[in-house]
């Protein structure tokens, strides 16, 4: 058995690290056909998608976090 964060993590953090991926790779898709085409919209509408998927990583690292002992 390993003992990789994806298999002890928690449901939501599997969640998170998913939506992640999946939002960081749209931006990443836009911005590339943006930039091929010269389409600015494509361009622009990719940073808020990079973002988001920037800030689902960092919101999985809490859940992640083992819980505090008493």
């Known amino acids: 058995?390993?003992?990789n964060?994806?298999?002890?993590?928690?449901?939501k953090y599997r969640l998170f690290v998913v939506a992640g991926l999946i939002i960081t790779g749209l931006g990443i898709v836009?911005?590339?056909i943006g930039i091929n085409t010269g389409n600015?919209?494509?361009t622009?509408?990719?940073l808020p998608l990079l973002g988001i998927g920037l800030a689902c990583y960092v919101?999985?690292?809490f859940f992640r976090r083992p819980?505090?002992?008493k």
Do not use: Q, Y
């Open 40 to 42: 600015d919209v494509l």
């Open 30 to 32: 836009c911005s590339l």
């Open 59 to 61: 919101v999985s690292i």
């Open 1 to 3: 058995m390993l003992n």
């Open 44 to 46: 622009w509408m990719a």
């Open 67 to 69: 819980p505090r002992g």
């Open 5 to 11: 964060p994806w298999e002890t993590g928690s449901p």
